[in-house]
């Protein structure tokens, strides 16, 4: 008889797979796994089992050698040929689980999430269980609703298909690790001969050019000069009513637009000559499904998310079976999506509490396609009571589904009409425009009206003439605006434009310069601290600090993904890459009241126990320099490293926000806030309200 063993990514996973596979189920929790019997869709024992997310990790440095772990400009750069591979602390008993389920298993099925860090998750427990020859399938679904997983069941992929998406995430995973275990202590070492020791600069491949961008956006603010512009306009009146023709072009100087003036005439009251009048009906679309960038900037423009927040709130409400998977990129459905979304659009409409008079149900381009991985975010058929729902999520969910109703309503249609007069080498243009049919923008929860909607403008003719005030106006360049969530990793965002990261690594990442004190939200947009500033000086002449470099690696990555470009190639690249920025072995300047600004920053103040010493950053944790004081806050908490902002939080006695990525004894992970009770962390936790928080 065969024995499967099926591996997910999570113990929720693993739990509604066991649903969907049906037939006998008999738990063995504190084991492990799930076994299925009698299940219709596989012959045979079956043995579902699971991950908590990556139980296999990068070993540090010191593994290799001991020597390694004294950071030493001498030992740099250090590029071994072979990699070796850990089990994560915290996890070595779901481990042995894998490993021993693993080793009873005929055959291994592979349903982690459907994407290529699932995939390297995978491969990585198998490499280091050694059960790789046993793998045969790849479970791929985007939903975990029974239906789904069945249906994936019926239709397993053959495990070669999906290979590609682990060959581009390791090669990621070691490019990754070979510059930032590097160039971290590289930038280290450089900062410590300038006098700022104490302090890791922390270097990565993609969050090094990230920081670079914050950066060098409050350069350009802070060094901007406007420049002067004059702009025309020519107003008039009309069977009563005002309007206003507006010449597009920016003179650059009171000269420029003083002379165009004179050689025209234009002396109140001129009068103009309609050289054109256009009217054209207009047809809009919906707008196109949502990606997870998508839903970042919408979140962000509307309620202030960040990109972080944005991903957790979808992941929990993937989790929660209300949408389909949330690390996606693409703006289209398959037709059958379409369909089964078509058959619950009564109950979707309810939700909403709206209504379509005619839904269009026939699949147009715009929103039905292929795609490569995942589909553009959308609603299961499995509907949330709202009021159990957190806030957040609540926002959310509507977000996703408003849109895809919008979808199967009217098209949005108006009637524009566009008057022009011509003068000398420009034109002067009024607009108006009359809706003649709301379409989807009638859906609740839409936009303000469009420029110019909703006014008409009186009846013109060509060859009419008509008397104009001539007015100038006198504007100035604006400076660039902070970069807010949504703009440096959204939708449109400079990230995205730049090729940094994914959607589904671009919140992580600036979460990461967050968490190491680089960058810090302010308001509505992200500002760089001064160690940001310090890095900054470090890099500013390195390929690290470039977008462009970063840019590369990742279309090299996007080529192996797609079975184009060879995996040793680009790790061959990186090792070099790291040994030129390396080996140029020189001493780096920094200004000495930049030195000082960043120490300041790195001073966490009075401590809060005894009141005589300062706070200081140590190797584990954060000590008093009082000898006789024994308050300590010890940098690692629950398996995860506490961020610096919740570090001085509780040093001032605050309670910090909330912070995910602990761990408990079981492997299990959670979210909590955490503050000091007699001078040692605790956590706490929020008190229940509606669902989830």
Not at 296 to 305: E, F, L, V
Request: with cysteine; net charge positive; glycine share 8%.
């Amino acid at each position: 008889m065969t024995t499967y063993a099926v591996l997910a990514e999570k113990p929720d996973m693993a739990r509604k797979l066991v649903t969907g596979l049906g037939g006998k189920k008999t738990a063995h929790n504190q084991e492990g796994y799930i076994e299925v019997q009698e299940s219709p869709y596989l012959t045979g024992r079956i043995l579902v089992t699971w991950a908590i997310g990556h139980l296999i990790e990068m070993a540090p440095f010191d593994e290799y050698d001991s020597k390694l772990k004294k950071w030493d400009m001498a030992t740099l750069p250090f590029l071994p040929t072979k990699y070796k591979m850990q089990v994560r602390s915290g996890v070595g008993k779901q481990y042995q689980n894998v490993k021993r389920v693993f080793r009873e298993a005929n055959q291994i099925i592979i349903a982690t999430d459907p994407d290529r860090e699932g995939e390297n998750i995978a491969y990585l427990i198998l490499d280091q269980t050694g059960d790789r020859d046993k793998v045969t399938k790849r479970l791929w679904v985007n939903s975990l609703l029974p239906k789904a997983v069945q249906d994936g069941f019926r239709h397993l992929r053959d495990a070669g298909e999906t290979y590609n998406y682990y060959k581009e995430s390791h090669s990621r995973q070691i490019g990754d690790w070979l510059v930032g275990m590097n160039m971290s202590r590289y930038y280290t070492l450089r900062a410590e001969e300038a006098g700022l020791s104490g302090t890791v600069y922390s270097a990565g491949r993609v969050q090094t050019p990230v920081m670079v961008l914050i950066v060098k956006n409050r350069l350009a603010r802070e060094h901007f000069v406007p420049v002067p512009f004059w702009t025309i306009t020519g107003k008039t009146e009309k069977n009563g009513e005002p309007v206003v023709f507006r010449c597009p072009t920016h003179f650059e100087s009171r000269e420029a637009v003083d002379a165009f003036i004179a050689k025209n005439q234009l002396i109140s009251p001129y009068v103009g000559t309609i050289s054109a009048v256009q009217k054209e009906h207009k047809i809009k679309q919906s707008p196109k499904l949502l990606n997870l960038a998508a839903v970042t900037s919408m979140a962000n423009a509307q309620w202030g998310y960040t990109g972080d927040e944005v991903l957790k709130i979808v992941q929990a409400l993937y989790d929660a079976d209300y949408v389909t998977y949330p690390r996606t990129e693409e703006e289209v459905i398959s037709v059958e999506e379409f369909d089964g979304l078509t058959k619950h659009l009564a109950d979707y409409q309810a939700l909403l509490g709206t209504a379509i008079a005619t839904p269009q149900t026939t699949p147009r381009k715009r929103y039905v396609g292929d795609y490569k991985a995942h589909p553009a975010l959308m609603p299961t058929a499995k509907l949330p009571d709202l009021g159990t729902l957190s806030e957040n999520e609540a926002n959310i969910y509507r977000t996703i589904l408003r849109q895809v109703v919008m979808m199967f309503a009217a098209d949005y249609e108006y009637d524009q009409t566009t008057v022009t007069i011509a003068i000398g080498d420009q034109k002067l243009a009024a607009m108006g425009r009359v809706v003649t049919e709301p379409g989807w923008r009638a859906l609740a929860g839409q936009a303000e009206p469009e420029s110019g909607e909703g006014t008409a403008l009186p009846e013109f003719t060509e060859g009419e003439r008509v008397p104009l005030t001539i007015e100038t106006t006198r504007g100035e360049t604006k400076p660039p605006k902070p970069y807010t969530p949504g703009t440096l990793g959204g939708k449109g965002s400079v990230m995205e434009k730049l090729n940094l990261g994914t959607a589904a690594t671009r919140a992580a990442i600036i979460k990461t310069l967050v968490d190491r004190d680089y960058i810090k939200l302010i308001k509505k947009g992200y500002e760089p601290t001064e160690k940001a500033e310090v890095m900054y000086a470090l890099v500013q002449h390195s390929l690290l600090g470039s977008p462009e470099m970063t840019a590369k690696w990742e279309d090299f990555l996007a080529g192996i993904e797609r079975g184009e470009k060879d995996p040793a190639v680009f790790i061959a690249g990186i090792r070099q890459f790291v040994s030129q920025e390396i080996g140029k072995a020189q001493t780096i300047t920094l200004p000495e009241k930049l030195v000082k600004q960043a120490a300041a920053q790195d001073s966490f103040g009075e401590c809060p126990k005894c009141h005589q010493g300062q706070i200081t950053k140590g190797k584990k944790g954060y000590y008093c320099t009082n000898k006789d004081c024994d308050f300590i806050v010890w940098r690692e908490m629950a398996h995860k490293v506490l961020p610096i902002a919740a570090i001085r939080k509780l040093i001032a006695g605050q309670i910090t926000d909330k912070i995910s990525g602990f761990k408990s004894k079981s492997g299990k992970s959670f979210s909590a806030r955490v503050k000091l009770a007699d001078y040692k962390t605790t956590f706490v936790f929020d008190k229940a309200k509606k669902g989830r928080n």
